[in-house]
């Protein structure tokens, strides 16, 4: 990889030896990046301490004689402050940031998956919208940009479109990856879930549109949490990975 510079939002910082850090950041250009920080761990002189994670930093890379590139310089554009103050935002946020930096191959463009993350936090920052509404809106998006979208519009083993099935409690089977119709329902779905009619219509409007409209749409209690414990279950068994931040989350949710 040649030298380069860009914007970037932190996802993941650890610790490198005695003196460094590798940092994972995510840019509209590159997609995921990790480099090294040399110095950053003891050296608050050396980058500030900016490299915080959410931070959006702009960022000058240069080519390193190992696979990752060495960072050579950072300054900071966004901190997204209110979420890093805030122990509820910030447990959503790194929540976002791991699924991103979890599926995220290094080096694969994916703006419009920065712009979904950026726009998120930019709502988190500003409290103006709830951190659960804006965690399904991400959720359903990002798995529509990443190409493992559920199936909620038909039975997934007869066709029947969801509309025409009668009953207002439906079951999603996470193998299979959609809804299925109770005339489909056996003792063989053993990950199923439940979700009303009405949470799954929501859901499917969520998933198209104007993101500023999306993130205004109000669900009731209940819809919130069917949502939420849908997106996230789905989300993990189709990733294939332990999401660590998740289990923080729903400690916190309780």
Known sequence: MSDFSTTAILLKRIEYGDNDLIITFFTPEKGKISAIAKHAKKSVRRFGGILEIFSVLKLVCRNGRGKLPYLQEASLAHTFSNIRCNIRKAVYASYWAELINEWLEQDQKQEELYMLFWHVLEKLDSGLISEEML?????????????????LTHCCTCGIEMDKIRENRLVFDLEQGGIVCNNCVTDALIRRIFMSKGTIKQLLWLDCGDLEKAARIRFSPQSLKESLYFLESFVSYHLGKTIRSLDVLRQLRQ
Not at 135 to 151: D, K, V
């Open 135 to 151: 965690s399904i809106l991400f959720q359903m998006r990002f798995m529509s940009i990443s190409g493992f979208c559920p199936n």
